[in-house]
């Protein structure tokens, strides 16, 4: 059932992207493909950000059928049922587009606590973000064209920039926390290591009156920068080795190689570097 929800998510995708040109029906498909890759490990989680997905392709298959009624009913702008018809459909059409401009909000929020393939999905929504201002510009030019002929009210088409306005500035605001949260993951999973003989760790005040780090002036940049995430061994060059920082017990180990020489091997990085994010190493 899954496959064949994902095929029929698939038509009504490729049905929508046809008034976009064929690059970006193709760039929906390559969107999809990837979602499916990771249905059979987060099915519910998978199922929930299909479904809203989808409602945002069939309301593009809604405003499309509505600006084709709109354009029929244009055919005869001077009869009066004719004109109640564009102003029912272009109201309908500012509620669509408003509803799948939260949909997508609500997919950005999804973007941030998603557990699977989060490049996936953050594709997805730039795709949908591309289609929504699409479709704005041809209601925009669909609405220039009527207002030429007196058949829509001015508070419609202010409802329409604001929407564009809006479009806009969800799109700028999620670049904007996409690049806070990259800075905070970043900030997050950085640490420091040093090691040194007494000598040079007095030298570069890191050590002092027997104490480590008890004072703000040591030299920074004496210590190497690393990502927690990435780095789980550290070779010491030395048969002697002495933690001077505290890590609790169990997370690491400090064991030599077929040189004698000590290499600190981190087993648990989390609980590691939970109480400093400093390490420093006295060696001989």
């Not at 593009?60 to 702008?77: K, L």
């Not at 950085?190 to 760790?201: D, H, I, P, Y």
Request: hydrophobic content about 35%; proline content about 1%.
């Amino acid at each position: 059932m899954k496959k064949i929800f994902i095929m029929a998510l698939a038509v009504v995708a490729l049905a929508s992207c046809d008034k976009f040109g064929k690059n970006t029906a193709d760039e929906t498909l390559r969107q999809r493909d990837s979602l499916m890759q990771v249905i059979n490990q987060k099915d519910e989680e998978l199922n929930e950000i299909m479904d809203c997905v989808n409602e945002v392709q069939d309301g593009f298959r809604r405003i499309n059928e509505a600006e084709g009624r709109v354009t029929v009913a244009d055919g005869n702008p001077e009869s009066a049922s004719s004109r109640t018809i564009i102003q029912e459909n272009m109201q309908y059409i500012q509620q669509a587009m408003e509803q799948n401009r939260d949909l997508i909000a609500q997919l950005q929020q999804r973007l941030k606590t998603t557990t699977f393939n989060a490049k996936a999905l953050e594709r997805t929504i730039q795709n949908l973000q591309d289609q929504l201002e699409a479709q704005n510009q041809r209601i925009q030019e669909l609405e220039a064209s009527l207002a030429e002929k007196d058949i829509l009210i001015a508070e419609q088409g202010e409802q329409i920039d604001n929407l564009s306005e809006n479009v806009n500035n969800l799109t700028q605001e999620n670049r904007q926390k996409s690049e806070e949260l990259k800075a905070q993951d970043k900030d997050l999973h950085t640490a420091w290591f040093v090691f040194g003989t007494k000598a040079e760790l007095k030298e570069q005040k890191i050590l002092k009156d027997g104490d480590v780090l008890k004072t703000g002036d040591f030299n920074r940049d004496y210590f190497t920068q690393i990502d927690t995430r990435v780095v789980k061994e550290i070779k010491l060059y030395s048969k002697s080795a002495t933690m001077l920082t505290t890590h609790p017990k169990g997370t690491y180990t400090l064991e030599k190689d077929q040189k004698g020489e000590y290499v600190l091997h981190i087993n648990d990085a989390a609980k590691f570097w939970s109480v400093s994010k400093y390490l420093v190493i006295r060696v001989k």
